[in-house]
């Protein structure tokens, strides 16, 4: 039964384990943190006593690695001013509403409807926000404009607008955070 099992284990990793990875990465800062979240996926898969009851192994996989997106994420503490400045490696944004909007979701009425809840609720949260915080945000992420742009076309110190982009987006991720809870993305 565990040579079953073992060989079990290994045909999924085999299959799943590149596009997870990819899929990992997409979502992360850092490729250290991608594969620790994988290898956290594949010791839970390892833990399973039955991996033939798995009916869908891919959707049960990608639904433990989006739980395990989210924990690291949870994990985080707070982002330094100079990392909400400079994005990540790749030059992403602080708050990855671009890189979720871009999702294709033309296959999928899931991802299709989160992505509606999650628009509905970023607007209402957005109309929540003093309105030079609002600006700043949605003219750096949605208008994909830099923050020393933006302080330029608004004639303010860049430090005053990092404040206020870094007081929009703790407001945005701790009113969205229900959101991200609820639906386990």
């Known amino acids: 039964m565990a040579e079953k099992n073992s060989r079990s284990f290994t045909d999924i ?23 620790d979240i994988l290898q956290e996926v594949w010791y839970q898969l390892s833990r399973l ?13 990608y639904a433990v690695t989006r739980n395990k997106i989210t924990d690291s994420y ?16 790749e030059g992403e944004s602080a708050f990855p509403v671009r890189q979720f909007l871009l999702v294709d979701d033309s296959n999928n009425a899931e991802l299709k409807l989160f ?8 607007m209402k949260a957005l109309e929540e926000l003093p309105e030079k915080q609002r600006r700043v945000f949605i003219l750096n992420e949605m208008e994909e404009k830099t923050l020393q742009e933006i302080a330029d ?6 430090k005053t607008i990092i404040s206020r982009k870094g007081y929009a987006v703790k407001h945005l991720r701790l009113r969205l955070r229900s959101l991200y809870e609820e639906l386990k993305f």
């Open 13 to 35: 990793v085999k299959t799943y384990g590149s596009q997870l990875l990819r899929f990992v990465k997409g979502k992360v800062k850092k490729a250290e943190d991608a594969e």
């Open 49 to 61: 006593t039955n991996m033939d009851e798995l009916e869908n192994a891919s959707a049960w996989l």
């Open 74 to 89: 949870r994990k985080k503490k707070s982002e330094s001013l100079d990392e909400l400045l400079e994005g990540d490696e």
């Open 115 to 122: 992505k509606d809840i999650f628009w509905d609720e970023l």
């Open 153 to 158: 076309m608004e004639n303010e110190n860049l």
